[in-house]
């Protein structure tokens, strides 16, 4: 049984790699986590997802830009890759889960998947249906998996229009989707007037606006 | 009834000699898209049909009083030239050709990438509309050809795809310097031939684009990556005779403003922002240059035509008082689906507020 200390210090280093953008180390102290023992679920949440946070306040800070982001976010899927799997329900509960994608006519997707890393490290389960998403597709899933929260993005002024059509078929199919919208050519008054019911600006604030969102909706 | 005494070139021209013109130009940053679909064509022939396009720009350019530049092109050049694929946009929310296959998959890639020759990609098309727009110069025209250097790191990022070149600053830096290195000599071993092909009179320098805004990259990543071969290219067109270049600073650049600031863009050079730079920090960095800019083109296609009246009218009465010259414009391409009336208000407001 790993002591107190032994704990600390992997917990400590998973942190540090996720921060120093080091897959390999991130990797190899989670299997370093599971070979002795270590609760998965402190090594992940203390760990990997903390330091997440972390990096989503370098970001913000303008101390972190894209690159840094998504090597940081590969330290943290190395890392999730070998944990989760030890990671059981009644540690996490109930996980809020999203559906994301570009809007049909974009293929810009680094806003986006920021913004999933964002949602992955803060626990979410994340169904991404990816680029130049299909509007009736956005629905279909909504309508199977019932969402906690849909969030679509869009870089282009041309394909922002699509968005009011793509709530429309959403909210047809499941009238409590709460959906948020990104992307560079937004706002949030335009967002509210396409009929979503949330907005954000980046993907450092993506997952606390989705929370604000819920809870305004009362979800 | 317009007062107009000047020709939009006239004005331009003025600005070029460092003098005052009777009133602020107009000159929307690429109407293309907007211009296709006013002529009833389809989006897709603003990047395949190089006659549909130069007719439609005249004329639009002609309809709504704007400076009238032919250029044809799209951000994600350079995929299909060094050997990708894009595919043109066809559905209702399409707006631009979008990469399919990057030419580099992966670094192993990198050896095996063959600089393009003159049919390879956009080539071929471009050239039909240069040849096109270079038989004539209107009184809405101050430059009808264009020569672009400086954008090889934008290049470089088509070519093996955004998210994995990012990756490559911090990871593989040294292959990152080797790609943009390839692309800018070949670019740069172009433009003696391409002067030889148009000369320099009526040629408009060209530099800019969004992939080194600091949306994506820190100043650091800019100034290390992206800042040299923009002052190497730009020194070559101003030793090849080329007086001014217009750049399009694509997006938040607010920390990149100093690197920019460093580049010799002309005498003078035309200095494009967007909404992210107010127009008189753009001013304190190009003091001596003509700064052109910048209405948010989402407003363009979202607001009511008096919410375009307003902010443009804005941009107007700050950018009449700038110590330097200045132009409107939009900040990045006229939105191509914009509402007609939306972008008359636009001249309507220049032609309200912007004699000097």
């Not at chain 1, 606390?208 to 979800?219: C, D, F, G, V, Y």
Request: aromatic share 10%.
């Amino acid at each position: 049984m790993a002591t107190e200390e032994r704990t600390h210090e992997l917990v400590q280093g998973l942190y540090d790699a996720v921060i120093n953008m080091d897959e390999d180390v991130a990797r190899d102290l989670s299997q370093t986590v599971v070979d002795e023992g270590i609760d998965a679920y402190r090594a992940l949440t203390q760990g990997l997802t903390a330091a997440m946070e972390k990096v989503g306040e370098l970001y913000t800070t303008s101390q972190y830009f894209v690159p840094e982001l998504l090597l940081c976010a590969d330290a943290l899927y190395a890392g999730l890759e070998v944990l989760q799997p030890y990671v059981t329900l009644e540690q996490t509960g109930k996980k809020r889960q999203i559906i994301i994608g570009t809007v049909e006519g974009d293929i810009h997707d680094i806003g986006k998947n920021l913004v999933k890393i964002m949602f992955v490290a803060g626990g979410w389960t994340v169904h991404d249906l990816g680029k130049d998403v299909v509007l009736s597709r956005f629905a279909e899933e909504q309508a199977k998996i019932h969402a906690d929260v849909v969030a679509i993005s869009a870089l282009m002024t041309t394909s922002m229009l699509a968005m009011p059509k793509a709530i429309a078929l959403i909210k047809a199919g499941d009238p409590h989707a709460a959906i948020m919208l990104g992307g560079a050519p937004l706002t949030r008054d335009i967002a509210e007037s396409y009929g979503a019911d949330g907005y954000a600006d980046d993907a450092a604030g993506a997952v606390r606006e989705a929370k604000e969102m819920l809870a305004r909706l009362k979800r | 009834m317009s007062k107009d005494v000047m020709t939009e070139r006239q004005r331009v021209e003025a600005l070029l000699n460092y003098k005052r013109p009777d009133r602020v130009p107009i000159w929307p940053f690429v109407p293309n898209g907007f211009a296709v679909l006013y002529n009833n064509l389809t989006i897709a022939d603003a990047y395949t049909n190089p006659e549909g396009l130069y007719y439609s720009l005249r004329k639009t350019c002609q309809d709504f009083g704007w400076v009238f530049f032919p250029w044809m092109g799209y951000a994600s050049f350079g995929a299909w030239e060094f050997g990708g694929d894009i595919k043109m946009p066809s559905g209702e929310y399409d707006q631009a050709p979008v990469v399919t296959r990057h030419p580099v998959e992966k670094e192993e890639d990198l050896p095996n990438l063959k600089m393009p020759g003159p049919d390879a990609g956009f080539f071929p098309t471009a050239r039909s509309f240069s040849g096109l727009a270079r038989q004539e110069r209107l009184d809405n025209e101050p430059f009808n050809a264009v020569i672009t250097s400086g954008v090889a790191y934008g290049i470089s990022c088509q070519i093996a795809g955004v998210d994995k070149f990012l990756k490559w600053l911090i990871r593989k830096p040294g292959l990152v310097h080797d790609l943009i290195r390839q692309i800018s000599e070949w670019n740069y071993a172009s433009l003696p031939l391409q002067k030889e092909m148009f000369g320099t009179e009526g040629v408009l320098g060209f530099c800019g684009g969004p992939w080194g805004s600091n949306k994506l990259i820190s100043p650091k990543q800019f100034a290390e990556f992206t800042l040299p071969d923009i002052k190497e290219g730009q020194a070559r067109l101003r030793a090849l005779g080329y007086k001014t270049t217009y750049v399009h600073i694509c997006g938040e650049h607010n920390a990149n403003l100093p690197y920019w600031a460093q580049v010799d863009f002309g005498d003078p050079g035309i200095i494009g922002i967007g909404a992210e730079i107010e127009l008189e920090k753009a001013a304190e960095y190009f003091p001596d240059d003509i700064i052109l800019g910048n209405l948010d083109p989402a407003i363009v296609q979202t607001g009511t035509p008096e919410d375009v009246y307003e902010a443009t009218k804005e941009c107007v009465e700050r950018g009449k008082q700038l110590g330097c010259g200045y132009i409107f414009s939009t900040g990045c391409d006229l939105p191509p689906r914009a509402p007609v009336e939306n972008v008359k208000m636009m001249t309507k407001a220049v032609e309200d507020y912007g004699w000097y």
